[in-house]
C-alpha cells in the first residue's frame, strides 16, 4: 500500500495563499485518481479535489476557482494550490488516492498524518 505524507500547511491571512505536497512512498502514475481531503473538528472528511492520471480534475463547489490540484508523477507527488483563502478553508489536509469511484466509495489508502491550514487574521 502506498504511503502519504502531507506538507505545506500554516497560518495565513484571508486572502492569502499556500501550496500543500503530498509525497507518495511508491509509483502514482498507474493510479487512477489522487485527491485531497479536508477535516475539521466535528465534522466528516470532506472530498475537496480530485485529479485523474489523465489529468482530469474536479473540485467542490466550496472551492472551485480558487483552488488548484496537480500531480507530477515523476516525482510521485500531488499538489494543491490554494489561492484566495477564506477563515472557512481551516482545516487539516489530507490526500488518498482511488478508482474512478473514489468520490462514492471512498478513498483506497491510509490516511496520513495531514497538514494544518489556519487562514486567520
Known amino acids: 500500500q502506498v504511503q502519504l505524507v502531507e506538507s505545506g500547511g500554516g497560518l495565513v491571512q484571508p486572502g492569502g495563499s499556500l501550496r500543500l505536497s503530498c509525497v507518495a512512498s511508491g509509483d502514482i502514475l498507474s493510479i487512477d485518481i489522487m485527491a485531497w481531503y479536508r477535516q475539521t473538528p466535528g465534522k466528516q472528511r470532506e472530498l475537496v479535489a480530485a485529479?485523474?492520471?489523465?489529468?482530469?480534475?474536479n473540485y467542490a463547489d466550496s472551492v472551485q476557482g480558487r483552488f488548484t490540484i496537480s500531480r507530477d508523477n515523476s516525482k510521485n507527488t500531488v499538489y494543491l494550490q490554494m489561492n484566495s483563502l477564506k477563515p472557512e478553508d481551516t482545516a487539516v489536509y489530507y490526500c488518498n488516492y482511488g478508482d474512478y469511484d473514489l468520490p462514492v466509495a471512498g478513498p483506497f489508502g491510509s490516511w496520513g498524518p495531514g497538514t494544518q491550514v489556519t487562514v486567520s487574521s
Open positions: 485529479i485523474t492520471k489523465g489529468g482530469n480534475t
